[in-house]
C-alpha cells in the first residue's frame, strides 16, 4: 500500500510518500519546508505569512515528489493529511488540497489526528509500526501529552493520563528563549547556551512534582525566569550567566518530563506496557533523550525516541496514520472538516 501523506498543521509545509506493509512501515521519500526564516522576524508564528507559505509550495512540492518518485496522483492508494490539531487557517489549505487532488485522481482520503502520527514517529526510523501497547509522551511546542496508547485488533486508543496545565513544553523553552533574548525558535538555542552552562547554578521549581498525578505545569517555571532576569539583569549580557540560566531552566523541564514519564511507565507496567516514546519537537534536545534514556534504564523499560528528522512535524508520520486506517479499512467522507482542538483520545 503506497500512501501520499500531506503535513501543514502549522508553520511546516511537508508531503511524503509511505509504503506499508504487513508490520512494515517504509518511507519512501519526503518533502519538507520549513518557514522558520519566514516567521522568527516576529518572534512566533504568524498565521497569515503561514498561509501564505502553505498557498506557494504545497502544490509544487507534491508535483515535486511525485515526478521525483515518476509517480501520478493516480498510482497511490490513498492521500492522508492532517485535519487537526493545529492552526485552523493552516489546515485548511492542506485539507482542501488533499480532497482536491483525492477528487481529481478518484483515491480515498483520510483525516488523520496530527497528535497519532507523533506517536507513530519513533517506530518509523526502524521502518516499523508500533505493535504493543505503550506509554506515549508528546512534546511539542503546543502539547505535552502523557499518553497510554493501546492496540486494539487494527486500531489504536488512548487513554490521557497526564496533560500541562497551562504552557507546552516547547512553548515554554520558546518564552524563556524570547526573555533571554534569543531568536524563536528557543528550544535549539536554548539548547545551544546550556551546553555551555551549570544545570545546577539556579533552583528553578519543577512544576506539580508533588502533585500525586500525571499533569504537567510550566507557567512557574516561565515566571521564575522572568523574576531571576529582574533580579539578575546582567545575565543578558553576561554569557556565562546566560548559560547557567539556560542549563538551569533546561534541566528543570527535563526534570518535570522524567519524573512523569517514570510515574506513567510504573502505572501503565501493571497493565502490560514495558516500552515508552517520546516524540514532537522538544524530543530533538539531546539532554531530554539521554535523561529519557537512563530512566529508561533505571526502570527496565524500552525507550524509543523519534530521531530529529522524525521529531518536529512532519508528512510521513502522517502518511504512515493513513496507511494503518486505509489497511483497515477507514476512509473520510466527503463533508469531513478540520477540527483545530481535534483531541487524541476520539481518535481510533
Ligand atoms: O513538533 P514541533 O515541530 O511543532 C509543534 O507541533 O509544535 O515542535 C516545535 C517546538 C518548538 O517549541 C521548539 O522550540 C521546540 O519544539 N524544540 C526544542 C528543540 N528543538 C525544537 N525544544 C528543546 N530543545 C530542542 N533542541
Ligand atoms: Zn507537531
Avoid at 122 to 134: D, I, M, T
Wanted: net charge negative; charged share 25%; proline share 4%.
Amino acid at each position: 500500500m503506497l500512501v501520499l501523506g500531506i503535513e501543514t498543521s502549522c508553520d511546516e509545509t511537508s508531503v511524503a510518500l509511505a509504503r506499508l506493509d504487513g508490520a512494515q512501515a517504509h518511507i519512501e521519500d519526503q518533502i519538507i519546508a520549513s518557514q522558520i526564516e519566514q516567521h522568527r522576524p516576529f518572534g512566533g508564528v504568524v498565521p497569515e505569512v503561514a498561509v501564505r507559505q502553505h498557498l506557494q509550495n504545497l502544490p509544487r512540492m507534491t508535483r515535486e515528489l511525485l515526478e521525483r518518485n515518476r509517480l501520478r496522483a493516480e498510482e497511490v492508494d490513498g492521500i492522508g493529511v492532517t485535519r487537526g490539531p493545529g492552526l485552523a487557517s493552516s489546515l485548511m489549505i492542506g485539507l482542501s488540497f488533499a480532497k482536491a487532488l483525492a477528487l481529481a485522481a478518484k483515491k480515498p482520503w483520510i483525516g488523520v489526528n496530527h497528535l497519532e502520527g507523533h506517536m507513530f514517529s519513533p517506530f518509523l526510523a526502524q521502518n516499523r509500526l508500533p505493535e504493543k501497547s505503550h506509554v506515549a509522551l508528546i512534546v511539542s511546542g503546543g502539547h505535552t501529552l502523557l499518553l497510554h496508547a493501546r492496540r486494539m485488533d487494527s486500531f489504536w486508543r488512548y487513554e490521557k493520563l497526564g496533560t500541562t496545565l497551562d504552557d507546552a513544553a516547547g512553548e515554554a523553552f520558546d518564552k524563556a528563549a524570547k526573555m533571554l533574548g534569543l531568536d524563536y525558535p528557543g528550544g535549539p538555542q536554548i539548547e545551544k547556551w546550556a551546553a555551555k552552562g551549570r544545570a545546577d547554578a539556579i533552583d528553578f521549581p519543577r512544576g506539580m512534582a508533588g502533585s500525586g498525578d500525571l499533569n504537567f505545569s510550566f507557567s512557574g517555571l516561565k515566571t521564575a525566569v522572568r523574576i531571576y532576569i529582574g533580579k539578575h539583569p546582567e545575565v543578558l549580557s553576561d554569557e556565562q550567566k546566560k548559560a547557567d540560566v539556560c542549563a538551569s531552566f533546561q534541566q528543570a523541564v527535563i526534570d518535570a518530563l522524567v519524573q512523569k514519564t517514570r510515574a506513567a511507565c510504573r502505572q501503565a507496567r501493571t497493565d502490560g506496557a514495558d516500552c515508552f516514546t517520546v516524540s514532537g519537537g522538544v524530543s530533538c534536545n539531546r539532554a531530554l533523550r539521554q535523561a529519557m534514556e537512563t530512566m529508561a534504564r533505571e526502570e527496565n523499560v524500552e525507550c524509543f525516541v523519534a530521531p530529529p528528522a522524525l521529531s518536529t512535524d512532519n508528512a510521513a508520520m502522517i502518511a504512515v496514520v493513513a496507511g494503518v486506517k486505509l489497511l483497515a479499512g477507514e476512509t473520510s467522507s466527503w463533508d469531513v472538516d478540520i477540527d483545530p482542538n481535534l483531541k487524541l483520545e476520539t481518535a481510533s
